[in-house]
């Protein structure tokens, strides 16, 4: 796969420092007392609008930054970093959920017994390109095996169902009438899907949970981290609403010993206006799992700056420099551009959080917000100092160092084939 310039650039660079390529010399430059000014120079961005912020050396725990940090801000989609971990927290992070459809004893009635799996989706798209299970596969594996019987037209049917997300029902529901079948949904009880099943014709099977998480961050989707989180807060035994996801946060936040003062939770995507953090406490929960490997899914299924997920298009013309170096969940609502996770600088890494939620309303104060925070970052893990390696003679004083080389001004290897070395497909 070919990349734009930008991009074929940056990855190039990052490749080179990971295996080796650039000299031994090449060296972060920026001291911790430079990120502090910068930092405090780039939150005064209009563009940021007053935002939020800390940043934290995560090898000290020194607090580098911070601006309202202990304020309350609407945190948008890096909301869904409380909520996936509170799902591997309370979940066993190997669980698959089934789902399985039979055929009943009684005429023209099909069961459908399953687990409330998270992974079901109705769009085509999503089951061909993510492997989800799809609703229609369901229902067009029954309506086959009706017409396989040769009961005549089928214009009515039954489901039996235990196991199944309303929405899914309905969604169901609506499939079958589109293909003209009334079909009329009841529950049954787990323990009497047995005594009533002629045969199984249909499973369908969701990958872990861990991996369920991991795609959950990557592509920031709202109801997948919706439904794992209240799996989670089902298994403890609070209530599959609203109230229920706040209750298991706020539980799996006491349980790593992390304070919940300043958090409001409404729901667990950060889709409603009205959730509330503050800037510390994402910032104490993503230095708490870090190297915790109960917790490595919420690491590994962080966007990648340049490369992977919801970050896959930014950084490659904002700051080319951090391509591959950083690790965060973004979040977008209108009025609102937050960022959460990693980066990393030469043999250091630091824990980073933004929110900015008093930006305009509209596209092209979001695209400078976006941008800002990019550079800012970017200022982080830009510098590297390139020093010429030629041979020397004894009689030959030794050279000077190349002055500063902006990693942007390289130029990208090209194969034979045209590809940029060292490039990806793009995703994680």
């Known amino acids: 796969m070919k990349f734009p310039p930008f991009r074929a650039t940056a990855l190039l660079t990052v490749a080179a420092v990971i295996t080796g390529i650039l000299p031994a010399s090449a060296a972060p430059l920026t001291t911790a007392a430079e990120i502090s000014r910068i930092f405090a120079q780039i939150s005064l961005s209009p563009y940021l609008a007053d935002p939020s ?66 992974w079901m989706t109705g769009s085509y798209k999503s089951a061909k390109t993510d492997h989800r299970a799809w609703l229609p596969y369901l229902a067009n594996k029954a309506i086959s095996e009706f017409a396989a019987r040769g009961e005549g037209t089928l214009n009515e049917i039954t489901v039996k169902q235990v196991g199944l997300y ?107 206006k009205g959730d509330r953090v503050t800037v510390r406490l ?48 973004t979040g977008t609502l209108n009025g609102t551009v937050s960022l959460a996770g990693y980066v990393e600088s030469g043999t250091r890494e630091y824990v980073f959080v933004a929110i900015a939620d008093r930006i305009k309303k509209g596209s092209l104060a979001t695209q400078r917000a976006r941008s800002t925070l990019d550079k800012l970052l970017g200022r982080i893990t830009a510098p590297f100092t390139l020093l010429t390696q030629q041979p020397q003679s004894s009689s030959t004083p030794s050279p000077s160092p190349a002055p500063e080389v902006e990693i942007a001004d390289l130029t990208p290897v090209v194969t034979e084939t045209g590809a940029a070395l060292g490039s990806t497909d793009g995703r994680l």
């Not at 609407?74 to 992070?93: G, N």
């Not at 009943?104 to 409330?116: D, F, K, S, W, Y």
């Open 166 to 272: 309303s929405g899914d029902i309905s969604y169901l529901r609506g499939y079958f009438k589109k293909k003209g079948i009334l079909a009329k949904f009841s529950a049954i009880k787990a323990d009497q899907v047995g005594a009533a099943t002629e045969r199984a014709i249909a499973t369908t099977t969701s990958p872990s949970v861990s991996d369920m998480v991991k795609f959950a961050l990557t592509w920031s989707d709202n109801l997948l981290a919706e439904r794992l989180v209240r799996a989670a807060a089902r298994s403890i035994g609070f209530t599959n609403d609203d109230a229920g996801v706040a209750n298991a946060i706020k539980k799996m936040l006491t349980t790593l010993e992390i304070s919940d003062a300043g958090l409001y939770v409404h729901d667990g995507s950060g889709l409603s």
């Open 282 to 329: 994402v910032a104490d929960l993503l230095l708490k799992i870090r190297g915790n490997a109960k917790f490595a899914a919420v690491y590994d299924g962080l966007p990648i700056s340049g490369v992977s997920g919801t970050l896959e298009d930014r950084f490659i013309k904002t700051a080319p420099q951090a391509v591959g170096l950083v690790r965060a969940k």
């Open 53 to 118: 912020m800390i940043l934290i050396d995560r090898n000290t725990g020194e607090v580098l930054f911070q601006k309202d940090e202990g304020s309350l801000r609407r945190p948008a989609s890096i909301l869904k970093v409380l909520s996936a971990t509170t799902a591997l927290e309370f979940l066993d992070p190997n669980k698959k959920y089934v789902t399985n459809l039979s055929m009943a004893i009684a005429p023209r009635t099909v069961i459908l017994q399953g687990e409330l799996d998270p």
